[in-house]
């Protein structure tokens, strides 16, 4: 088992940064691709970032590409997602999620993670 809890998240106004963390335990993290989601309220949950177990590949939504930014410190057990220019339709339960290195495949769906955090909410004021 892996148990993921996420923080970072709150109130922005739209052009601000928030940085989202995921604290992981429970097995060697460093075997785990990690991955952010999000889920607005009435939509499905749609796939964020990814940063795969092997070499740290990253992987970015086009919605966000070029304003955030997803990172790991395997010694940490922690995974980040940098958001920058935040916009209030980037307003969201931010969910971390991860899956072990014996998966494949594209990395965007979420059906194909087994381990997910609580979530954290991140609003966006204009």
């Known amino acids: 088992q892996v148990q993921l809890v996420e923080s970072g998240g709150g109130l922005v106004q739209a052009g601000g940064s928030l940085r989202l963390s995921c604290a992981a335990s429970?097995?060697?993290?460093?075997?785990?691709?990690m991955a952010w989601f999000r889920q607005a309220p009435g939509k499905e949950r749609e796939f964020v970032a990814a940063?795969?177990?092997?070499?740290?590949?990253?992987y970015y939504a086009d919605s966000m590409r070029g304003r955030i930014a997803v990172s790991r410190d395997n010694p940490k057990n922690t995974v980040y997602l940098q958001m920058n220019s935040l916009k209030p339709e980037d307003t969201a339960v931010y969910y971390c999620?991860?899956?072990?290195?014996?998966?494949?495949?594209?990395?965007?769906?979420?059906?194909?993670?087994?381990?997910w955090g609580q979530g954290t909410q991140v609003t966006v004021s204009s």
């Open positions: 429970g097995r060697t993290f460093s075997h785990y691709t």
């Open positions: 999620a991860a899956r072990d290195q014996q998966t494949i495949g594209l990395v965007t769906p979420p059906s194909t993670y087994a381990y």
């Open positions: 940063i795969t177990w092997s070499v740290s590949t990253p």
